[in-house]
């Protein structure tokens, strides 16, 4: 492999969890968070919307004598806002009820990459109120996607340290 990293690339997972979530949720704005939703430091979201980012990964090696497979896991988070205007606890439930769909989707859902390859099932790790303008809150659903990371290691082996001798 002449790649960083093997099979198991964080950013085609991304790119593949939004496709799904894309799929799922035609009656809303799915799209990776940009600096379009914000207003200054204050999350701004025109519901019903769900914003996406890559929260980062963990890596736990397995037993191979060069340490180049791991079990990885990459950490998302999907902001959901929906509204209701009849009362602030309503425009909760609302976006609440959208958090649960994407849940729906989520949740044990084996994420396929282009590459041929598929995610272990997805985890949904944590799911908490956020505050956003103008709006009231959203919803922010930590979720966690686990595979195999493969690295090619080129620097692994005594010959790539002492040039082949």
Not at 19 to 31: I, T, Y
Not at 52 to 76: E, I, V
Request: hydrophobic fraction near 45%; charged fraction near 15%.
């Amino acid at each position: 492999m002449s790649e960083a990293q093997g099979t198991f690339h964080f950013d085609l997972v991304w790119s593949a969890c939004m496709a799904l979530l894309v799929a799922g949720l035609a009656d809303c704005d799915v799209a990776p968070v940009s600096e379009n939703d914000f207003s200054g430091d204050d999350l701004v979201l025109t519901p019903p919307s769900v914003r996406t980012f890559f929260g980062g990964a963990s890596f736990n090696p397995m037993m191979d004598s060069q340490r180049l497979s791991y079990d990885a896991a990459g950490r998302f988070v999907a902001i959901c806002a929906d509204q209701d205007r009849t009362s602030p606890a309503d425009q909760a439930i609302a976006s609440l009820q959208l958090a649960s769909r994407v849940c729906d989707l989520l949740t044990g859902a084996r994420i396929a990459l282009p590459t041929r390859e598929a995610s272990e099932p997805v985890l949904i790790v944590s799911m908490e109120p956020r505050p956003v303008k103008g709006l009231g809150t959203a919803y922010a659903i930590g979720f966690e996607v686990p595979g195999l990371a493969l690295f090619p290691g080129p620097n692994a082996y005594p010959e790539a340290i002492y040039g082949g001798q």
